[in-house]
């Protein structure tokens, strides 16, 4: 067990990571904090892929960068592409944040709820 | 030549920048850039699927880097079949958009942004790849959604956004899997590669779990399917029809490359509860979503949970892995998109004659506009599964190849889902035909309405004849309608030309579609043959 914290924490940060952004997502009522839940899910998965392509004492392949072993860089760039998907989605969902917020003067689900059930 | 399946994707994107580039000099530029990248792509999709009837299945290397390591597109049958799907969807769209609205430039950009992400999903040979083209698709879709004018449609578009977004994330850890176990993206090789990591090994097989989930999300299958009535409901008609007719098709066919590409059938041969838990996914899915939509009154959420019901339905066929459900599923799934899309189209368009979009405002509205009435009745029973429409064949194909197989399950849930169909169907047909309007028709549209849907309503429970002597037929005079198309669609006294136009070109296709079955059939055939050697 110690081994396994000491050896694989970085895969335990990532389960608990996308557990506590899951977790915010589906128990907060704000929707703000819904958002942010998403964020710390995303990054959870996104530690997921660097760590997994970190290699311990490795060089960048790079020609005439050291011998081996090389790290691979790939799985670096495809969570570059992810973080920019993930920022675009943050941005569109603080536009809709900010246009539920001038309509029901509230970012409380229940609240809005409510104020859609009076009408 | 083969650089036509990359211009797919392309030109809809740089076409996409023209109306916030020049909007400001030419109000109009949106739907012209619309139009023109709408005829582009059909000119494209017309291009790539000749080169694969001709050459067969063919692949594009992005960037000139080979395809292991490179990006790699790739067109078969399935893939042109589905983007010619998209070009014609997108123009039909176009066309009813320009009186239906939303007539904005902003509007027309997200369009072309949803239509490159969607011809990439249906082109990509890359798991990643995918990834990017999915969230390409959901980003455009959620911009579209809360083009409608009502806080409601903000608040659906944030629900949608949520839950796809976590599933499009499940997606992407599935990959993660499934590249830490095997060093590669590319669908072809990792189908070689995965047999020697072992299918039973817990990285696959949670790899496989999660992009399921991650898709199921996004095809709304049951229970993953909360976002979709809300979302289908609160976005404009013309929103509504291309999102229900390729957003989730697209998720849909995503899951089918991910199984038989990727995992190939020997995967299904080596662990069958994987796919045995999507048949009953799947199954649950159909029954539920037929009994959600009986439950509607809203002829919107009714078709969003008949959505519900059909995806289940491609997913049963694809999950009952042999070459006939398989078959079923994929006719079932470009049958489905174009019926959906003529049947939200219908309901938008008579909803501005009815005055409303419950079932019973619909009452008598066959009188009122007979050729909508029309076409949307043949869609519906289309839907249902009557022969010779397109509906029937796919439902027939799915229930053979289940019964092949050994699923009795599926074909009891394929038949009973049959019957659910046609019930929540034929109340609103029955209302249609059957009986007359209420009491004051138009009575909460204000304005010109209100006295010719009166006159016509009495003319019909004179004896039903409405039109045959007299010219008041409201179906005909759409041209003088002055609706410069922002979206209020309750105050438009009779169908536009473009809606019944595009009503009925949906009506005629999936009926031409289910007689030319077979050449369908002959077109999977290939690409099926390779997945089940």
């Known amino acids: 067990m110690i081994d396994l914290l000491s050896t694989h924490y970085n895969y335990l940060v990532f389960v608990a990571l996308v557990g506590i952004g899951l977790y915010g997502v589906t128990a907060s009522s704000n929707l703000v904090k819904k958002i942010i839940g998403l964020n710390v899910f995303q990054v959870g998965i996104f530690l997921f892929f660097v760590t997994s392509g970190y290699v311990d004492g490795a060089a960048p392949p790079v020609v005439g960068h050291g011998s081996g072993p090389f790290a691979s860089p790939l799985p670096h760039v495809l969570i570059l592409t992810a973080i920019v998907v993930g920022v675009s989605l943050t941005a569109v969902a603080l536009a809709l944040v900010v246009r539920i917020y001038d309509a029901y003067g509230t970012l409380d689900e229940e609240a809005i709820r409510e104020v859609q059930l009076n009408d | ?383 249902v599964g009557v022969p010779p429409a397109v509906g029937f064949a796919g439902k027939w194909h799915i229930v053979l190849g289940a019964v092949e197989g050994g699923r009795w399950g599926v074909a009891v849930v394929a038949v009973v889902s049959t019957l659910l169909t046609l019930a929540y169907f034929a109340r609103v047909v029955e209302r249609m035909y059957f009986r007359d309007a209420a009491a004051e028709p138009a009575g909460d549209a204000d304005g010109p309405p209100v006295d010719a849907p009166a006159t016509d309503g009495a003319l019909a429970s004179d004896g039903g004849s409405g039109g045959s002597g007299v010219d008041v037929d409201p179906d005909d005079d759409a041209s003088v309608t002055p609706e410069d198309g922002d979206g209020s669609a309750p105050d438009a006294s009779a169908v536009s030309i473009e809606a019944k136009a595009v009503v009925v070109a949906a009506a005629v296709g999936a009926v031409v579609l289910g007689l030319f079955a077979t050449d369908l059939v002959s077109v999977f055939e290939p690409v099926l043959e390779v997945y089940f050697e």
């Open chain 2, 1 to 383: 030549m083969t650089d036509a399946i990359a211009l797919l994707v392309v030109v809809p994107i740089v076409l996409a920048l023209a109306p916030i580039a020049f909007g400001r000099l030419w109000d109009r530029t949106g739907w012209l850039a619309a139009l023109l990248a709408g005829l582009a792509h059909l000119g494209l999709a017309l291009v790539v699927a000749a080169t694969v009837f001709s050459t067969g299945r063919f692949t594009y290397a992005v960037g000139n880097y080979r395809p292991p390591f490179g990006i790699e597109l790739v067109a078969d049958g399935v893939s042109a079949t589905l983007a010619l799907l998209v070009s014609i969807v997108t123009l039909a769209v176009v066309v009813y958009a320009r009186r239906a609205g939303p007539d904005t430039n902003e509007f027309y950009s997200g369009l072309l942004i949803l239509t490159a992400g969607i011809s990439g999903v249906f082109v990509t040979g890359d798991l990643f790849n995918l990834y990017v083209f999915i969230e390409i698709t959901g980003l455009a879709t959620y911009a579209l959604v809360a083009t409608g004018r009502s806080p409601a449609a903000a608040l659906s578009s944030l629900k949608y956004l949520l839950v796809g977004t976590i599933g499009a994330s499940l997606y992407l850890l599935g990959v993660g899997y499934l590249y830490i176990s095997t060093g590669t993206l590319n669908m072809a090789d990792l189908a070689a590669t995965i047999p020697e990591v072992g299918y039973d090994s817990p990285l696959i097989l949670t790899g496989f779990g999660l992009i399921v989930v991650g898709l199921a999300v996004k095809a709304a299958l049951f229970p993953l399917h909360t976002w979709q009535p809300d979302a289908y409901a609160d976005s404009p008609d013309s929103v509504t029809a291309y999102i229900s007719a390729l957003v989730s098709t697209a998720a849909a066919y995503a899951l089918f490359r991910v199984i038989y590409a990727v995992f190939t059938p020997a995967f299904d041969a080596a662990t069958p509860f994987a796919l045995d838990a999507l048949v009953i996914l799947a199954s649950v899915s159909v029954v539920v979503g037929s009994v959600l939509a009986v439950l509607q009154s809203d002829l919107k959420r009714m078709l969003a949970y008949s959505s519900v019901a059909q995806f289940g339905l491609i997913v049963a066929g694809f999950a009952v892995a042999n070459a006939t459900a398989v078959t079923g599923g994929l006719i079932h799934l470009v049958g489905h998109a174009i019926m959906k899309a003529g049947l939200f189209v219908g309901v938008g368009a008579l909803a501005g004659v009815a005055g409303g979009r419950t079932v019973d405002d619909f009452a008598g509205v066959a009188d009122r506009a007979p050729v909508t009435s029309a076409a949307f009745a043949i869609l519906a029973f289309a839907l």
